[in-house]
């Protein structure tokens, strides 16, 4: 397996972003057309029922609260790392992990934990882990974007890059690990970091597993550079701009004084790129 597949791996392979019209389709019938229900003061969580006997589940209820205390810490966090507050209440489903693959498997060139699709749909686990923490995390900015602008088609490299670099954070991770440049810098060797333009479809999820492995990575690695050389209050206002103006230029002029060409070139020239 190529080493940009492994990390994405690391990640959780993988969270991503399909159009809202998804969730009509998707619809909210359980494995046996049966959701049980919670509510939190910004959530609605409904569980598959079936999820305690396929998926070896034990105290159903407990688990549903553990998720909901979860959500509602990353609401939080939400709010004070990138000054995103939804109005609205986001639904959750969490699925039986067996149902979850048979139904979405074909949405996906690769395997997925998780995608928002007008609401968070969650393979289930049998626990509140580190990996179903991370996925929470990661699906709650793309629900948080679309709730702040339902009709803006963000670019994947910024949708998918902040909610990576946002699950990271949750984890107490404030940076790229040392794999994580060794791979970057092995694919800037290699000729295969590809300009953003490239990176700005909607979604990651048509490419192949090494391609979307290498796309996720690079699209974190240029939100960090942002980060690491000008500041999380900058992203924040970035953000901001981009939701308000629906420019990307012009939000990147207004947070970093410089075009989204020249920031691109200093990511380039961190890489060791021309």
């Known amino acids: 397996m190529d080493r940009p597949v492994s990390l994405l791996r690391q990640f959780v392979i993988a969270s991503i972003l399909l159009a809202p019209v998804l969730s009509v389709a998707i619809g909210n019938d359980g ?10 003061f910004h959530f609605k969580l409904f569980q598959d029922v079936d999820l305690d006997e396929s998926g070896g589940l034990r105290g159903s209820r407990h688990f549903e609260q553990q998720v909901l205390r979860e959500l509602e810490g990353a609401f939080d966090l939400l709010d004070q790392l990138l000054a995103l507050r939804p109005e609205r209440k986001i639904e959750v489903f969490v699925w039986d992990p067996q149902i979850f693959e048979a139904r979405f498997a074909g949405l996906f060139r690769f395997p997925a934990a998780g995608f928002y699709g007008g609401a968070i749909h969650i393979r289930g686990d049998k626990r509140v882990s580190d990996r179903l923490i991370r996925v929470l995390h990661h699906e ?4 948080a974007y679309d709730a702040a602008a339902p009709q803006l088609v963000l670019p994947a490299w910024m ?39 490239t990176l700005s479809t909607p ?72």
Do not use: C
């Open 31 to 40: 494995a046996d057309g049966k959701f049980e229900r919670r509510d939190s």
């Open 140 to 143: 709650l900015v793309h629900a």
């Open 159 to 197: 949708n998918e890059g902040v909610a990576q670099w946002f699950e990271a954070r949750a984890m107490g991770k404030r940076s790229l690990s040392g794999g994580e440049r060794n791979a970057l810098a092995r694919a800037a060797r290699q000729g295969a970091i590809v300009p953003l333009s």
């Open 203 to 274: 979604s990651f999820g048509g490419l192949s597993p090494n391609a979307a492995g290498l796309a996720y990575l690079q699209s974190y690695a240029f939100i960090d550079y942002l980060v690491q050389t000008h500041g999380e209050q900058d992203l924040v206002q970035f953000g901001s701009a981009v939701l308000r103006s629906r420019n990307l230029e012009r939000a990147s002029r207004r947070a970093y004084r410089r075009g989204l060409d020249d920031l691109e070139a200093g990511f380039r020239q961190s890489l060791g790129l021309p």
